[in-house]
T-cell receptor, first 116, second 113 residues
Framework: GAVVSQHPSRVICKSGTSVKIECRSLDFQATTMFWYRQFPKQSLMLMATSNEGSKATYEQGVEKDKFLINHASLTLSTLTVTSAHPEDSSFYIC????????????FGQGTRLTVV | DAKTTQPPSMDCAEGRAANLPCNHSTISGNEYVYWYRQIHSQGPQYIIHGLKNNETNEMASLIITEDRKSSTLILPHATLRDTAVYYCIVRVAAMDSSYKLIFGSGTRLLVRP
């Protein structure tokens, strides 16, 4: 199946700093990417939908100024957690769908963010 | 998108079939049923999807009832590596990228030695 790569897999940052997470589709072009957040023992929660070349669409309750999403190319989307706080510590996962019409979405391996 | 209901946990013996049920009684005619699984601390893995007909691939089989209000994912010969959380998701079929995958709580499957 198609490969979606996230980087970094783990990151620890100090409270108040910003962290950027990259999501790349390695063998296909992804016109749309999705960003999820998952707290321990909970399900994935969709944060936003990222469309190449346009502004991301955020789910209700997700602060767009805190979670900056950029999808500048068909193979790369980034999520920046700005002014991170300990409550932002979570597992962040991206997903991408092949823009040529594939129906299933492929997920990255996730990024474990710890804010200290 | 239609809501899905799954049992919170199940277990089965290694080598036996694992049958994971999912209810989606409000599903619409153009909504697909997708199954993903998530092994601890990893991203979800696609398993299978279907619309009306039963489907089979190298990983599993998907049985959809005739009224489409429920489905069952079958892992024919479960192994210890199949221990994971299994998510049943319903999404609208679209050729563009306008859909979203909304995850429910899933079923935690434990395969016993």
């Amino acid at each position: 199946g198609a490969v979606v790569s996230q980087h970094p897999s783990r990151v620890i940052c100090k409270s108040g700093t910003s962290v950027k997470i990259e999501c790349r589709s390695l063998d296909f072009q992804a016109t749309t990417m999705f960003w999820y957040r998952q707290f321990p023992k909970q399900s994935l929660m969709l944060m936003a939908t990222s469309n190449e070349g346009s502004k991301a669409t955020y789910e209700q309750g997700v602060e767009k100024d805190k979670f900056l999403i950029n999808h500048a190319s068909l193979t790369l989307s980034t999520l920046t957690v700005t002014s991170a706080h300990p409550e932002d510590s979570s597992f962040y996962i991206c997903s991408a769908r092949d823009g040529r019409g594939g129906t299933e979405a492929f997920f990255g391996q996730g990024t474990r963010l710890t804010v200290v | 998108d239609a809501k899905t209901t799954q049992p919170p946990s199940m277990d089965c013996a290694e080598g036996r079939a694992a049958n994971l049920p999912c209810n989606h009684s409000t599903i619409s005619g153009n909504e697909y049923v997708y199954w993903y699984r998530q092994i601890h601390s990893q991203g979800p893995q696609y398993i299978i999807h279907g619309l009306k007909n039963n489907e089979t691939n190298e990983m599993a089989s998907l049985i959809i009832t005739e009224d489409r209000k429920s489905s069952t994912l079958i892992l024919p010969h479960a192994t210890l590596r199949d221990t994971a959380v299994y998510y049943c998701i319903v999404r609208v079929a679209a050729m563009d990228s306008s859909y979203k995958l909304i995850f429910g709580s899933g079923t935690r499957l434990l395969v016993r030695p």
